[in-house]
Nanobody, 115 residues
Framework: QVQLVESGGGLVQAGGSLRLSCAASGNIFSINTMGWYRQAPGKQRDLVATVTTGGRTNYADSVKGRFTISRDNAKIAVNLQMSSLKPEDTAVYYC?????????WGQGTQVTVSS
């Protein structure tokens, strides 16, 4: 099993910035992709950004140029720097990691952007 613990969510005004962090523990051997997804009320959970062990990144079009994902392979941690936040970025943000064909999720952290 892999445990993922997120931190850094909160309330921010539009145009502001927040940084999310996620640390993995447990059976972390061979974790490959780590990243972030988000789910707004009444909507499905969507990709925000991911990064592989090798550093390859993937971003949702809606966050390109505003969000930056980074990874610490030594600590098995992933961060999401969010800038120029918009009210539509309001959601619960979930950390994600996979080992082979098995995916793991954090408990989620709320991000609220006020207009």
């Amino acid at each position: 099993q892999v445990q993922l613990v997120e931190s850094g969510g909160g309330l921010v005004q539009a145009g502001g910035s927040l940084r999310l962090s996620c640390a993995a523990s447990g059976n972390i051997f061979s974790i490959n992709t780590m990243g972030w997804y988000r789910q707004a009320p009444g909507k499905q959970r969507d990709l925000v950004a991911t990064v592989t062990t090798g550093g390859r990144t993937n971003y949702a079009d809606s966050v390109k140029g505003r969000f930056t994902i980074s990874r610490d392979n030594a600590k098995i941690a992933v961060n999401l720097q969010m800038s120029s936040l918009k009210p539509e970025d309001t959601a619960v943000y979930y950390c994600y990691a996979d080992r082979g064909l098995v995916g793991y999720w954090g408990q989620g952290t709320q991000v609220t952007v006020s207009s």
